[in-house]
């Protein structure tokens, strides 16, 4: 279900990655960011040392910096802390996760909730807040929406080995609102699965009635 294209090596480290798919951030990544925002600048027909433009690269190069963190991370890591508790075996729901991520294809924000259900299996539980931290982990990157939902997927089933992991995630799109078609307030839907509710329909549309409720 997950995305396991690698890009190739650097020598810069630019796109090196390590096994869990995080990747090193490129070296001089803000004064690179900075030069191509103002080349952007330029490109458009601005000046970008006019006053109010003079700072305005270092601002972007930061913002980027902290909407992209999430490729620098494993969020995976998140679920690792684990308890038990008196062998509780039925379904997790946390829904309403908020998270913004960038479409891929146009750097356009995408904003949306997610919400998360998994059936643990032997008791194995993990915080109610780290899923929304998994969440957001994987959204901090230039995403497709799909990939993001079967990322979330796979890292459930990876890390906490449940009974059934089962993700939904409604997202506007801001490439639909502010260019093309503009149709602002669409909501694009996408839905994850694995092991019980990706087998069993009824199994899974009683979860989904509650991510729902």
Sequence with gaps: MNDSSTPPASSDHAT????DGARLQPAEARARLEDSIR???????????????????ERVA????????????DPRRHLEKQFSTDGHSGPV????????????HHLLPVRGKAAVAYLPDGGRLTGLSKLARLVEGYARRPQLQERLTDQI???????????????MLEAEHMCMTLRGVRAPGSLTVTL??????A???AARG??????KS
Excluded at 98 to 104: D, R
Excluded at 192 to 197: K, Q, R, T
């Design 16 to 19: 090196e990655t390590r096994p």
């Design 39 to 57: 080349n952007l600048l330029e490109a458009v027909g601005e000046d970008p040392d006019r006053e109010g433009l003079r700072e305005t690269p």
């Design 62 to 73: 930061r913002l980027y910096l902290d909407l992209f963190s999430g490729l620098y991370e």
């Design 93 to 104: 729901i946390v829904k309403d996760i908020p998270f913004q991520s960038t479409c891929e």
């Design 153 to 167: 997927v796979t890292a459930l089933v990876e890390v906490l080995r449940p009974r059934a992991v089962l993700v």
């Design 192 to 197: 994850g699965a694995h092991g019980l509710w």
């Design 199 to 201: 087998e069993d329909l």
């Design 206 to 211: 009683e979860i989904l009635s509650l991510m």
